[in-house]
């Protein structure tokens, strides 16, 4: 099927291409006309954060929008001049559209917004819509307002998610593409050959991200899914392409005309192509195990862009391919211009057998790395980062810092304590709760109970003594709700529920540790599975899914050492310390692990192909890992200078998935691939390709590059070309 598919695509070259501009023009259009709806919403349906949430939006209408603030700082902001000012600025705030109510410190209701030195206070400001779907020039408008007020002897700050500004900067997907335009340029040593993948690349991605925005608006999205999307797909749509144009250069060396090389490239390449794509893609749909909106919304949204480059890769590639037949290494670099089959005489091959002749020292020193890598992995702390994340020149961040020092840690992250009223209006029954939470170890200030208009709820607000990203903040949480509530309540028929920011963060990171291993547990065996199908081989999958398993979890320990401790934090713009967002190691590991596999079909299976040509284990081992190392060193440089550009940006987020997915591609590329898997496949002998008969029979055989014989299929296409000439 792919070899009729590829001579369809060589032979209507300029139908595939102008369906594909079509295509990608109508994405785009219908993404601007529809627009993105994207959310920033974590609704866990079922959990106590969640109930709380559901009960202030059903009895606290006022309360159902989020809320920010007006922080300011001045010597004392008790004087007459300052609340002339801030007064003045308040009633601006007030007549902004989209705004319920601002509560001043200077009345009687907000007298406890004012710190305990004077020298901080804020101004609550509620809005009538969450944070994820306030109209941009309301907060635009309280932003300009707030700047035009600022004074060397008055700060302003504005403090909420509404506020909150930074990303990925416009330049950075174009540094990652010119780094990526470099090292192709090296690889190939043409111009023409290095356009290719980067022209693949730009249509799969382009389309993938418009149809990402209008899938916004039908399916809970997070607001990072395109930088996400983009950082994925730009990476492994030049890497897919790499391998399809390194397959046809090979065929054109070795005599092919331009039509039976794309075949072969297209039959060959393209096959590993698509397991890689269809495995990532497998990968990151296991997320739905997860069982969270947000989280099947950023699946579903990586996966698409994945699958659309892939579908490019063997389609549109094809066709341009066609378009540059004979003149694919014009415009070469001097001295740089590539011949892709005289492997033996490469560094690789010296390199391999250094390996095989002291493989226990190798594998022992390549399990070693990976193993102290790993070891901070140990005291990962899952929760969400919030506003001290930020980066230092925000004004959310300055808001942030300020009431911190004004009122204490815990105050950036207060508890909600929803309670549903039984019977109706009975708001008394709550003062022994109120009582015992002022008496509870880790809490700094509480509020009374104060009842919702119907009489059938009452929030009480809880300020922890511990900063929100702290320990003793989830502790004091799991304290709440397992010992003080149920004591203080006794046989009352009040319901209470501890709500909030932080209790939500909380709740999501309980979820995901506990389906985590059954995620973890499902993609390791589908992969051991395809993989059994694909090398026919017990040992060989086993062994590429504890290493896979290996390099995920030192690019885990590195995340953990940078971003949680603070490590080498400094050098690529980290703002501060922090816990590990909840959904990171499921994401990082579905995505690396179907990008690794990328890696490992690769390799492998020009190692089986060599094996099966030769019978000899060692010296198939040392022709597959020279054959394939340099375009795997190059696809893997590729997806490091890719991800690393979206360390630049100012999301904390986006950095650790940057940094995250960077280095897990580059230890799985040197460590795993260029030391482990020789040394191993060497200690292993022939033993690893054993495969009991039993086996054989009930395991469908599923074909990729390796199943192919190559020199069969090019002798063929040889005298297929002989007769056409004929």
């Known amino acids: 099927m792919l070899r009729n598919l590829a001579r369809w695509c060589y032979g209507h070259r300029r139908v595939v291409l102008a369906i594909w501009l079509l295509v990608l023009v109508a994405c785009i259009v219908l993404s601007k006309t529809v627009g993105s709806a994207y959310s920033e919403s974590l609704r866990l349906p079922g959990t106590e954060s969640q109930k709380a949430a559901d009960l202030l939006d059903a009895d606290f209408r006022s309360r159902s929008g989020d809320s920010g603030q007006l922080v300011f700082a001045a010597t004392n902001v008790r004087s007459a001049d300052v609340r002339s000012r801030v007064g003045a600025l308040v009633a601006q705030i007030e007549k902004v559209p989209g705004i319920v109510d601002v509560e001043s410190p200077y009345t009687a209701a907000g007298a406890r917004q004012i710190s305990n030195d ?9 809005f009538a819509l969450s944070s994820d779907q306030i109209h941009q020039l309301t907060t635009d408008r309280i932003v300009h307002d707030t700047e035009a007020a600022r004074a060397p002897d008055l700060r302003f700050e504005l403090g909420g998610q509404m506020f909150e500004t930074g990303g990925v900067p416009s330049g950075t997907a174009a540094i990652g593409l010119l780094a990526a335009a470099v090292i192709l340029l090296l690889t190939f040593g ?10 693949i690349a730009l249509f799969g991605v382009g389309t993938g991200l ?74 990151l749909f296991g997320l739905f195990l997860m069982g969270v909106e947000f989280v099947r919304g950023l699946a579903v949204g990586a996966s698409l862009t994945v699958a659309l480059v892939m579908f490019a890769s063997v389609t549109l590639l094809p066709a341009l391919l066609g378009f540059a037949g004979h003149a694919i290494d014009k415009f070469s670099v001097p001295g740089r211009r590539r011949r892709e089959n005289a492997h033996r005489k490469s560094m690789w091959f010296t ?107 009452a929030v009480i607000q809880v300020i922890p003594s511990s900063s929100p990203q702290s320990q003793q903040t989830v502790s004091l949480i799991h304290d709440l709700r397992k010992n003080v509530i149920p004591d203080a309540l006794g046989t009352s028929a009040d319901q209470v529920y501890v709500g909030g920011f932080t209790a939500s963060g909380v709740d999501v990171s309980d979820q995901f540790s506990k389906r985590l291993p059954l995620f973890i547990g499902a993609v390791l065996l589908l992969s051991f599975l395809l993989l059994l199908a694909v090398f026919r081989s017990l040992l060989v999958p086993l062994k590429a899914v504890v290493m896979n398993l290996l390099s995920i979890g ?10 949680q401790h603070g490590h080498f934090g400094s050098l690529i713009g980290s703002n501060g310390t922090g816990p590990i967002a909840p959904f990171i190691p499921m994401m990082l590991f579905a995505i690396v692990f179907g990008l690794s596999m990328d890696y490992e079909v690769f390799l492998l299976s020009r190692i089986r192909e060599e094996y099966d040509r030769t019978g000899d284990n060692a010296l198939a081992v040392a022709d597959g890992l020279a054959a394939t190392a340099r375009v795997i060193t190059a696809a893997a440089l590729i997806m ?18 940057g940094l995250g ?31 009991p008969k039993w086996l054989d029979r009930i395991v469908p055989r599923l074909h990729v590059e390796a199943v192919v014989d190559v020199d069969a299929e090019l002798a063929e296409l040889l005298d297929e070309q002989e007769a056409t000439r004929s």
């Open 190 to 199: 043409s111009m023409l050959a290095m356009g290719l993948p980067i022209t």
């Open 351 to 457: 390199w391999s057998r250094i390996v095989q002749r002291r493989p226990w020292p190798a594998a022992i020193g390549g399990l070693a790395v990976l193993v102290i890598l790993a070891v901070p992995l140990l005291g990962m702390h899952l929760g969400f980062n919030d506003a001290g994340n930020d980066a230092k020149s925000t004004t959310t961040r300055q808001a942030y810092d300020l009431l911190a020092h004004g009122f204490g840690p815990g105050f950036n992250g207060p508890l909600i304590l929803a309670a549903k009223l039984e019977p109706r209006g009975n708001v008394a029954d709550l003062a022994p709760l109120v009582s015992a939470l002022q008496h509870t170890p880790g809490v700094k200030t509480t509020s009374p109970a104060v009842p919702s208009p119907s009489g059938e709820a």
């Open 210 to 283: 418009s149809l990402v925005a209008v899938l916004s608006r039908v399916l809970s999205t997070p607001d990072f899914t395109s930088e996400l999307a983009s950082m994925i797909g730009i990476g492994v749509g030049i890497d897919y392409a790499l391998f399809i144009v390194t397959r046809f250069r090979q065929g054109m060396h070795d005599g092919l005309e331009p039509e039976p090389a794309v075949v072969l490239a297209i039959d060959t390449a393209g096959r590993a192509v698509l397991f890689a794509g269809v495995t990532v893609v497998i990968s």
């Open 640 to 657: 490091i200078t890719v991800f690393a550009s979206f360390i630049f940006g100012d999301l904390q987020i986006v950095k650790l998935f």
């Open 661 to 691: 997915l960077a280095f897990a591609i580059f230890i799985d590329a040197s460590v795993v691939r260029m030391v482990l898997v020789p040394a191993t496949m060497e200690l292993l002998g022939s033993a690893n390709w054993w495969f």
């Open 118 to 126: 004077g020298t901080v206070a804020y101004a609550t400001i509620d």
């Open 554 to 563: 030192a690019s885990y320990g590195v995340v953990v050492t940078v971003f």
